[in-house]
């Protein structure tokens, strides 16, 4: 099969003021074996030299877009998934990184089952502050009808998954562009809940932790989006019905009381 002939996949990668990492976040998209991609560049009206760094690259696969407004994390990646093209779509912060092959092991995981919505993957979590570097999840992660799985314990980073396009509906927004921390949650719980889900065993993607990241700086936040979020889900029996949701309501009450 020609590059021409992949599915094209849409990497969205959402900036605010990210020029520290960029550079390794961009050049380990161009390192990839599979590269019929395209790079949707969101700049979310960012200070600093991020759009530079950007722009410094030539290749037409990346595409540069600036926001007319400074919006809530999952708007802006909605407003980026607008701009894009593939039928899959794949997300990459610019703290975070990916290994040559990640792509190339993914799609063909789609190619070989075409009732699978979404592959994700185990990753190395990196930790700036103390200079470690270790395998998030040392034993094997769950596939298939894993939503009852996630409720209990959420396992999927958002920079491992790639989605197929085809199992939303055609104006159906990629995230609910309410949440500013838990979107990811959010959209794997929904996607597992209805269909197959598949998992690469091992670390395709790098996690890096440097005591400033979006997830940390927002905790209470996160919290209440989760309680929130938890409340409307009494009413979707698509998740309601599993015990691990009630798992996951009786960990926001603790999580609150902490």
Request: with cysteine; proline share 2%; net charge neutral.
């Amino acid at each position: 099969m020609t590059i021409s002939e992949e599915p094209l996949v849409s990497i969205l990668m959402n900036c605010y003021n990210g020029e520290k990492f960029l550079r390794e976040a961009i050049e380990s998209v161009m390192a990839q074996t599979y590269q019929n991609w395209e790079l949707i560049f969101w700049n979310n009206q960012s200070t600093d030299q991020s759009a530079e760094i950007f722009k410094s690259y030539d290749d037409k696969r990346l595409k540069y877009f600036y926001a007319p407004k400074h919006t809530l994390l999952y708007e802006a990646k909605n407003f980026a998934a607008d701009k894009s093209s593939g039928n899959f779509i794949a997300f990459l912060d610019v703290d975070d990184y990916w290994e040559a092959n990640k792509l190339e092991k993914q799609m063909n995981i789609f190619s070989e089952d075409t009732n699978v919505a979404m592959v994700y993957s185990n990753y190395y979590f990196k930790n700036e502050i103390k200079k470690t570097n270790k395998i998030q999840y040392k034993r094997s992660l769950p596939e298939g009808n894993i939503v009852d799985i996630l409720l209990r314990k959420y396992i999927v980073a958002l920079l491992t998954m790639v989605i197929n396009r085809k199992y939303f509906a055609e104006k159906e927004k990629l995230f609910d562009p309410r949440l500013h921390n838990i979107g990811d949650f959010d959209i794997a719980i929904k996607i597992s809940a209805k269909n197959k889900v598949a998992c690469i065993q091992e670390p395709l993607a790098t996690y890096r932790w440097h005591g400033g990241n979006e997830s940390v700086s927002t905790r209470e936040r996160q919290i209440k989006e989760l309680e929130r979020w938890g409340n409307e889900m009494k009413l979707c029996q698509e998740v309601a019905r599993y015990k691990g949701f009630k798992i996951f309501l009786n960990d926001i009450n603790y999580l609150k009381a902490m």
